[in-house]
């Protein structure tokens, strides 16, 4: 019969092991985040696979989209509990484009989700379901949010990857020339690779009203290819944030301040006919965040 004292020293001994391990795992995990940083030749891939309109007739499925960009992903903050990456879109030396940013919150149990037309619902999560998890928030071109979701980091047979279900606003691509779905349900596996990274996406186009459930009006296969090339096709980006970077610092810092309101969020889509990515892109690097605010909130519906 075992004694207390070595049952509770064989209790110490396993709490102690598997604190080692959830620790290993986390660092595996943040090592897979870190490892999206960097110059990238990109391949964005988009295809419509399956539809089921009501209207079959005049139904306009989107055209399938193959595109090709060259990315600076940017270590924004490199803490034990919060990872923040900022892409940057090179269309040429002379023109850089703030693109998404992606922040990686582990035990996170605070999200923004999607409900549809402007609106983000807050929601608090249990902190039991999100135990050695990572939170991964999208954030627009002007740091509004996008999407959010919590998942675990997996890391086997060789392979490294995260999913998750989130819901989304409709993508850039899709805006100026679809109104018949106002939701895209995203499947997202993030999975590190040899090469670098890939985005894949297995999507659902949803309409959304307060009247019925949801309905699918189509689905869609999205396969976003990262290629690390040498850092130094990548200069002029990293020059561009060098001299942009406080600019958007006050934009972050501003949008922190709404989202601690822990409340349901509204924006509109345009303010006198502009959005506000074309405001705040407008500004100069210098511009005061008085002036970011500003412009901010007048984008934030005040219930």
Not at 111 to 138: C, H, M, R, S
Not at 212 to 218: L, M, S
Request: net charge positive.
């Amino acid at each position: 019969m075992i004694s207390k004292r070595h049952y509770f020293s064989a209790l110490i001994a396993l709490s102690t092991t598997l604190g080692f391990s959830q620790e290993n795992k986390k660092q595996q995990d943040i090592q897979s985040i870190k490892s999206m940083c960097g110059c990238y030749e990109v391949k964005f891939n988009f295809t419509e696979t399956f539809q089921y309109p009501k209207d079959t007739a005049t139904y306009q499925p989107s055209k399938t989209k193959h595109d090709y960009g060259l990315e600076w992903v940017e270590l924004l903050e490199d803490n034990p509990n919060k990872i923040v990456l900022q892409h940057l879109l090179i269309v040429s030396d002379d023109m850089i484009i703030k693109h998404w940013r992606q922040d990686w919150l582990y035990e996170n149990t605070k999200l923004y989700a999607f409900d549809k037309e402007k609106t983000w619902k807050f929601i608090k999560l249990n902190p039991k379901d999100v135990k050695g998890q990572w939170t991964q928030k999208v954030f627009q071109v002007d740091d509004s949010p996008r999407y959010e979701g919590s998942a675990s980091w997996v890391h086997v047979d060789g392979k490294n990857y995260w999913t998750n279900v989130a819901d989304a606003p409709l993508p850039r691509r899709e805006q100026t020339h679809r109104n018949d779905y106002n939701v895209l349900k995203r499947r997202n596996i993030h999975e590190i690779t040899a090469t670098g990274w890939n985005h894949e996406q297995d999507n659902a186009k949803v309409l959304r009203t307060d009247a019925q459930k949801d309905y699918v009006v189509a689905e869609e296969k999205g396969f976003d290819v990262y290629t690390k090339v040498d850092d130094s096709k990548c200069v002029a980006a990293q020059k561009w944030w060098i001299t942009n970077k406080p600019l958007w610092k006050n934009v972050r810092t501003k949008w922190d301040v709404i989202f601690a309101q822990d409340k349901d969020l509204i924006l509109e889509n345009k303010v006198e006919r502009k959005p506000l990515y074309s405001y705040l892109f407008d500004l100069k690097p210098d511009a005061t965040k008085a002036e970011s605010d500003a412009i901010i909130d007048k984008f934030v519906v005040k219930k």
